[in-house]
């Protein structure tokens, strides 16, 4: 079944689009951002209150320097603040008729209330597109066969992409999240080419698969285009998930609010995710202020714009992911600028521990160096008297071990922790099993203090 | 919000298919059958095996008599032994390469594996049309949001729903089945026009609802869209489902193997569920023989056959379900035959008790007409000595009851049931809680025999 040339097949989705030059798309994209700019002052109330209150306004930004440096972000919490001020979608919502909506979603809203996403059908068809142009870019083609773990519900999860799938012609296998073994069951009677879920997942089926006699490295699986948190970006993850599938991986790092969320996907050449400035624009500020650019190479929290979205834009959206940027043209062909290592953790997430920032990511970039970690493991954080304590609970991939060789394996990870992230952490090592298995997002910290 | 004027819109889908007579439909669709024949005995090796068996012949069929009379019905045992024979698609599946092909699903693979259907892209997106006609007559239109709460996943579920849903251009809101509080508070924040799920979960949600305080009766829904299992065309579930939602019941009948599914709805003059028999044709055949037919009005089993369908065809499939047809025009307009009560149960889900033929949908339709049931019921059969013993046991719906009350309700169900049902029945009334909630298709027969 699974022929997989590639030859038959254009290079680009959109070869224009994707191959101009740096200078042609900024001007595109100020074009875009004054146009959205006048578009959400007048018609959004929720903007036209935070513009007002910032003495801003859309004409105050004639370049680049200036959408940075004038215009405030907006944050989750401001958007959750409204939608529970002016329900049910918020002042942000856009004036649509019931005629003009394609979709509702909402976020998983685990801890509380959801917020809910109206999507319109020009922004819904548009973003199947450049879902379809991301994905081809990542190398999925009409004759690729999908299997999508992501859940197919309330959140958006699997829907972007299996738009994305639909668009380019793929044959869609949606089989949402399901038990283990009849997911790996279905893996093998199928034989997709491509398989989509959480970073986390695929480590714990690659797991799974091996212990239940699959053949997991040389399964159907060419590419895993993962996402839905980080981890696929992650050098000693990313080994870890082409040695157990045996297969290419390709991260996808966005987030739900930037729906068409598809836009940083990584290429055939993997550089990195590239970012379609274009669709979704992106720029590297700093962590304190949000309206000074950092220049690119250095670290900065990523913001977010809308260029095209009509219902529910996001401008200058604080993402609260840390990452930094490169302008360079990949050797793919495409001209976006690229996240050469994804997302790298959560500013949110960072955890501060005895005055050093430490990111989970980091953590887990260090877990998966062990030939002997399994896919779980768990940071605590604690208050020992007056000092903070970390612990990492990392699971142990083998059935039998010597109590000797557990020793030297949990000296030689603590060592390893001290060095890179420079405080000492203490390491348990635990049977499979004892950590919770991860079916979707995997939830790493437990932080008692 | 909800406009709910349907005088902008057409009245018809396609009028011009949906209102030509049953002569002109009936060359179409036999046109259509022979090519189907000539396709199926010369491209799929399945069916050529069993018409050869049979000595029939394409050429054979010279008019929708001949079809019934001459060309062997198929049956899901023989597409699961045939899909294990041949995997994974089976001898059925026809010749397509992976860039014609749009999904694959597969069924639930409650009763153990799994049977896989492969749909190419013209199947699909004929199906999304077909569907949007068919909730059109069911008075679904653009300005309708559909919380869909059938599963997305493997099996069909909710797919053919959002097809339908999305090709009309209604706001699809695709939540799936979730917590029952969560389900509830969704329906209340968002507020959908339209409802969709098995019935039920419908009367499930109905029950819930009122528990917790919602003004369920005056709840945003105007139309409920059920299928997945006999119900919605019971007249005591329908008018329990009417009553607890105070919406419009429109029941949807067919089977997966059928996809496209949504082949037979029931349209706003609520005559029964139309039957699409130029997409889907439909003939009433006597349960013993299927190469007889039986006149309008009286029942046997329905068999169906895709006209259209290339990846997969079913040819004479055998449903498994009663029912008997109406000929007559439906007053709103559409020249489709009808099944007047819809599905009224599976021959196979037929108990013998006592020499007496009992249908679960029976016993179903008789518990909604208690005003004290609940949503729950459930059907015990059990031997007792040499004898055949039936108990129901019914959810008492009302939280507080005397003894006497209980006794009251008791004998006046099993007079009700000894009536209807031509044999004693033992009656059981338990309080909410005890026999399981259903939350997709409801599971209401124990046979210990």
Known sequence: MNVKSETNYKKFWDEERETRSKEERDIIILNRIQEQLEYVYNELPFYRKIYDSHNFKPSDVQSLDDFTEKVPIITKKMLVAEQKENPIFGGYAGNFSEDEIARIHGSS??????????VSKDDWNRAADVHAMAQWAAGIRPN????IAFPFALFFGGWGVLQGAERIGATAFPTGPMETERQLDLLFKIRPTV?????????????KGKELGYDMANCSVKRLLVGGEAGGSLPNTKKALEEGWGASVHDCASTSEMYPFQTNVECVAHQGVHVYTDEVYAEIVHR???NVRVESGVRGGIVYTHLWRKSQPMIRFWSGDESYIADETCSCGRTYPRLPEGVLGRLDDMLIIRGANIYPSAVENIVRSFQWSGPEFQIIAEKKG????MTVKIECLEEKYSE???????????????????????????????????IFKAKRVVDLR
């Open 109 to 118: 809203g685990t801890s509380g209330t959801p917020t809910f996403y109206r």
């Open 144 to 147: 690729d066969i999908m299997q």
């Open 195 to 207: 398989f989509s879920a959480t970073p986390s997942y695929c480590l714990h089926l690659a797991k």
């Open 288 to 290: 304190e202020n949000p």
């Open 386 to 389: 007056e000092l903070d304590e």
């Open 404 to 438: 000797e060789q557990i020793g030297t394996w949990k000296q030689e990870a603590e060592a390893k922790l001290k060095v890179n992230l420079g405080i000492r952490v203490k390491v348990i090592i635990v049977k499979t099993g004892v950590l919770d298995e991860t």
